[in-house]
T-cell receptor, first 115, second 110 residues
Framework: EAGVTQFPSHSVIEKGQTVTLRCDPI?????LYWYRRVMGKEIKFLLH????????ESGMPNNRFLAERTGGTYSTLKVQPAELEDSGVYFC?????????????FGQGTRLTVV | AQRVTQPEKLLSVFKGAPVELKCNYS??????LFWYVQYSRQRLQLLLR??SRESIKGFTADLNKGETSFHLKKPFAQEEDSAMYYC????????????FGGGTRVLVKP
């Protein structure tokens, strides 16, 4: 079974440009989460989808970030316009609750560098 | 607000020595505690969780609600244990989103 996949693995863009990150969760997983780790800081929650609905977007830093999950399958996270402080590693995770088992499976991450 | 603290950024031990990674949390509800591990060039993966009370790869972690701690221990470290370890908590009522500690890098020397 394929795991969570993220694309691209690495992106270098100039300040002011737009970047779109993609996450394909494990098939059948209703829950999809975005996290990011900024250099030197801890991994922080950005938002949570349940199917196509945004369940919690309390971690989104500002309105330059837009996440979508049309059809409840893959998700995109767009940063427009990108700023230097957006550099970091963006992780996606998916899960499907089965009783007490809420294990989240992570993608390999997208390293975003804004120059 | 919930918070997870890992006081050590780096732990360096010799192969065969015991290793203990500290994790303290603050949360007023009933959190679920996890340890995630990221080996070199691999993705973040679950190592163990308090609810299952398992021992994985020789690691154990006990939830101490009185001390609000969830320290990770292994009696005899192996070189393949070298990795980045993250303590995390989640709460079902909050959609099971994870709150991570800052991570501890473990280096096991031969």
């Amino acid at each position: 079974e394929a795991g969570v996949t993220q694309f691209p693995s690495h992106s270098v863009i100039e300040k002011g440009q737009t970047v779109t990150l993609r996450c394909d969760p494990i098939s059948g997983h209703d829950n999809l989460y975005w996290y990011r780790r900024v250099m030197g800081k801890e991994i922080k929650f950005l938002l949570h989808f349940v199917k196509e609905s945004k369940q919690d977007e309390s971690g989104m830093p500002n309105n330059r970030f837009l996440a979508e999950r049309t059809g409840g399958t893959y998700s995109t996270l767009k940063v427009q316009p990108a700023e230097l402080e957006d550099s970091g590693v963006y992780f996606c995770a998916s899960s499907q609750e089965r009783g007490w088992n809420t294990e989240a499976f992570f993608g390999q991450g997208t390293r975003l560098t804004v120059v | 607000a919930q918070r997870v603290t890992q006081p050590e950024k780096l732990l360096s031990v010799f192969k065969g020595a015991p290793v203990e990674l500290k994790c303290n949390y603050s949360y007023s509800g009933s959190p679920e505690l996890f340890w995630y591990v990221q080996y070199s060039r691999q993705r973040l993966q679950l190592l163990l969780r308090h609810i299952s009370r398992e021992s994985i790869k020789g690691f154990t972690a006990d939830l101490n609600k009185g001390e609000t701690s969830f320290h990770l221990k292994k009696p005899f470290a192996q070189e393949e244990d070298s990795a980045m370890y993250y303590c995390a908590l989640s709460e079902r009522a909050a959609g099971n989103k994870l709150t991570f500690g800052g991570g501890t890098r473990v280096l096991v020397k031969p």
